[in-house]
T-cell receptor
């Protein structure tokens, strides 16, 4: 079946450093790639998404890049802050369905 | 964080009992989803519904059942056939297209003793 692999499973960085989370998807027809952030004890929330017709999208300190040929996409967080500490999930759509398939999550810890 | 609610927050049941988790939304969303969250396994889709009185199985539907009798409600029943029911369950809703943002509820943690 279709799947999304996400790495690393945990990531620790010093405040102010950059963090990169990578995902690889299996369905070459996937067109939509969202990223959700889940802070401890809270619900997941969409933070950024990208569609297959663009290669990069930025929103302040976060950016997502997409390489359709290699079937991978990445989340980049610059100038990390303690409030960036959370679990991040990538996802990809499954063509001809209304479903997303999620990665296994990355726990990011930002140390002051 | 309003708009989609789940109850209860914590639920304890004895093995062999069916249990129903509630999910309600007042966002007028057409689509609703149930996910299961286990450590290290991300969010796995159990069932989803794009319209009232219709629903589809997700990736791990065995041992679960749902109904969608009203647009705003999508209850999930965890049956005794589910082999490992202890987990964190998240409900979500959206406008229906896969590219539409999914808004999640606060979740229900089910523990089967």
């Amino acid at each position: 079946g279709e799947n999304v692999e996400q790495h690393p499973s945990t990531l620790s960085v010093q405040e102010g450093d950059s963090a990169v989370i990578k995902c690889t998807y299996s369905d070459s027809a996937s067109n939509y790639f969202p990223w959700y952030k889940q802070e401890l004890g809270k619900r997941p929330q969409l933070i950024i998404d990208i569609r297959s017709n663009v290669g990069e999208k930025k929103d302040q300190r976060i950016a997502v890049t997409l390489n359709k040929t290699a079937k991978h996409f990445s989340l980049h967080i610059t100038e990390t802050q303690p409030e960036d500490s959370a679990v991040y999930f990538c996802a990809a759509d499954i063509i001809n369905t209304d479903k997303l398939i999620f990665g296994t999550g990355t726990r990011l810890q930002v140390f002051p | 964080d309003g708009g989609i609610t789940q109850s209860p927050k914590y639920l304890f049941r004895k093995e062999g009992q069916n249990v129903t988790l509630s999910c309600e939304q007042n966002l007028n969303h057409d689509a609703m989803y149930w996910y299961r969250q286990d450590p290290g396994q991300g969010l796995r889709l159990i069932y989803y519904s794009q319209i009232v009185n219709d629903f589809q199985k997700g990736d791990i539907a065995e041992g679960y059942s749902v109904s969608r009798e009203k647009k705003e409600s999508f209850p999930l029943t965890v049956t005794s056939a589910q082999k490992n029911p202890t987990a964190f369950y998240l409900c979500a809703s959206s406008w229906g297209r896969v590219q539409d943002t999914q808004y999640f509820g606060p979740g229900t943690r089910l523990t089967v003793l």
